[in-house]
DNA sequence: CGGTTAGTTCTGCAAATACAGAACTAAAAA
DNA sequence: TTTTTAGTTCTGTATTTGCAGAACTAACCG
């Protein structure tokens, strides 16, 4: 598949996108790619020579998006390339594990809780209120999930 | 204020909790030492001495903070003094604000879908299904907290 | 068997990060 | 006015990151 200036600025976009959520900058590129690119599965020579980068680069990357559970490769008869792509179908639980992420400073609020004394009340309010707020969060998501099923039929 | 042991592992956590969303190693103990700190007031030479780090860390981590809306700081008469402080009060819109955050990438989705072929419409068809999920999700935010504020009363 | 293909692992380095320490600034105190 | 206080900005540096290139591995090919 040939890109176009419009399919690499796109794929550019995508990757400073996960940059800023962590991930190294040429792994954001290469989940571009993969979103760009028609057929949904891509070799690994296509990515190397695709996003101009070394192999080992590229190897490494795509061991980090297996092992993050974000990509998959298969086979074809005859043939001893690689072909990537992504793991589009997992998006609801993709999605939902990032919700509990973001929910995860729970935790650590509640630990603050303890350990603080009650020399400041409002303070200590304040915390109480939004943990119990990322309590009821947690809470909402399966039915989230569900209102959307329904709401989609 | 004196930190035990159990002060000082907390923020420590805290801290690596932070850093694991991008944030400088710094900044993210910053925020732990005014959660964990029972006044919630914490004087500059207070952070520098109860960090064990340099005057220009600190100076850099608190403007990083304060430019993001995460700290600020207030003055006390006759005390040249600054004593910062988190911004609990406002838990909601940073919370919002994550959220909106994560759904950014639907923007991202719309844009793949409009460049992309027909080729692999099932590849299509599960990012579209995706991108309504997240127009969906955008739309129950503010639901959400209103629900919380009912069942709270 | 040696040669090719497809990808991995190792080694090294250029650039970015995160901080220390010193020099500096601005306002208050003496 | 000089000195002190409180914090900022500048300069240098150890550490980490992100990648290239070479060496390596494992399977298939002729």
Redesign the interface.
Known sequence: MVL?E??KE?IE??GV?HE???MQPLVGRIIGLL??H???EVSFDEIVEQLGVSKSAVSNALTFLQAKGRCVYSTRPGDRKRYFALK??D??ED?EK??QN?A??QK??D??LE???E??PE?NC??R??S??LC??KQ?IPS?FE??KK??A
Do not use: P
Request: proline share 0%.
């Open positions: 176009t419009k399919h796109l976009r995508i996108f800023h959520k962590g979103l760009v028609e057929e949904g589009v179908s998006w609801r999605f990032e919700l973001i995860e400073i650590f609020i630990e603050v350990v603080r004394t020399k400041n303070f304040k915390m209120d939004f119990n707020f009821f969060f909402e989230l209102r959307f709401q989609q």
